[in-house]
T-cell receptor, first 105, second 114 residues
């Protein structure tokens, strides 16, 4: 969807925090914001989701802007295994453009 | 013990041929989907079925015909394959139709049309 945009790529060093942004300016008031990641040669896998409040789980944190038009996936300490393409999904079916995260030792 | 399984994983074929990709989920979910991922890694919804009923068809050419014999299976048949059909096709399922539910994806089927 052209209105759900993410940076093409980001880089991080191991053990540093990573903030992956997503702009979803046309999100509806009732749609949850989901994040997925895709490791090489695998299908996307669920990471986290939220509606309005910030959310934490064992994999990541999700920060949602007050107007819900953007969100940020936060990996608190990047590891080499976190290298993947990360997608936001602010619509029930439509995914963002994806951000390829590279993690350097 | 794969939750969402697709076959075949790789498919290489000539233009004009007809091919099918099968998908099965053992999660007891009501809703299944087909997504297409192009070379730029964009994920695009193609179809969605809920309890064997087609609920979403996102302007996909009618050469693509999904079939759901039961709610655990959603197969994708493609007629008269074209070069532009080359992509990775992902099947997914979710527990509730168009809710906040998580999508569970298969590992993908890479289709190459020569």
């Amino acid at each position: 969807d052209a209105k759900t945009t993410q940076p093409n790529s980001m880089e991080s060093n191991e053990e540093e925090p990573v903030h992956l942004p997503c702009n979803h300016s046309t999100i509806s008031g009732t749609d949850y914001i989901h994040w997925y990641r895709q490791l090489p040669s695998q299908g996307p896998e669920y990471v986290i989701h939220g509606l309005t409040s910030n959310v934490n789980n064992r994999m990541a944190s999700l920060a949602i802007a007050e107007d819900r038009k953007s969100s940020t996936l936060i990996l608190h300490r990047a590891t080499l295994r976190d290298a993947a393409v990360y997608y936001c999904r602010p619509d029930k079916l439509i995914f963002g453009t994806g951000t390829r995260l590279q993690v350097f030792p | 013990d794969t939750a969402v399984s697709q076959t075949p994983k790789y498919l290489v074929t000539q233009m004009g041929n007809d091919k099918s990709i099968k998908c099965e989920q053992n999660l007891g979910h009501d809703t299944m989907y087909w997504y297409k991922q192009d070379s730029k890694k964009f994920l695009k919804i193609m179809f969605s079925y809920n309890n064997k009923e087609l609920i979403i068809n996102e302007t996909v050419p009618n050469r693509f015909s999904p079939k759901s014999p039961d709610k655990a299976h959603l197969n994708l048949h493609i007629n008269s394959l074209e070069l532009g059909d080359s992509a990775v096709y992902f099947c997914a399922s979710s527990p509730r139709r168009q809710q906040a539910g998580e999508l569970f994806f298969g590992e993908g089927s890479r289709l190459t049309v020569l």
